[in-house]
């Protein structure tokens, strides 16, 4: 049971995590939120520990893709601002 419990606490930090990284999602934050609930409510009645282990890293991978999707939109907003310039006079 403690093991469950511990799985449970992490799968709540996965969900509140994905649900920050999701405010900014490209097709909306209400988009993001509704998927997000559904993929999770698709899995609530998983019990093995190594498929919700499973889970939980598949989680944490979308997590860091959504880092990188953001990151990279940032870059290209910043390289845009600072190069569009010196593109013009070219």
Do not use: C, H, W
Request: proline share 2%; net charge positive; no cysteine.
């Amino acid at each position: 049971m403690k093991m469950a419990n511990s799985l449970r606490g992490e799968v709540l930090n996965l969900y509140k995590n994905l649900l920050y990284l999701g405010r900014d999602y490209p097709k909306g934050a209400d988009y993001f939120k509704r998927r997000l609930k559904n993929v999770f409510l698709k899995n609530k009645d998983v019990k093995d520990p190594e498929k919700i282990k499973e889970l939980i890293e598949r989680g944490k991978f979308v997590m860091k893709e959504l880092e990188a999707l953001y990151f990279l939109r940032k870059y290209r907003a910043m390289k845009q601002r600072y190069y569009s310039d010196t593109n013009k006079t070219k």
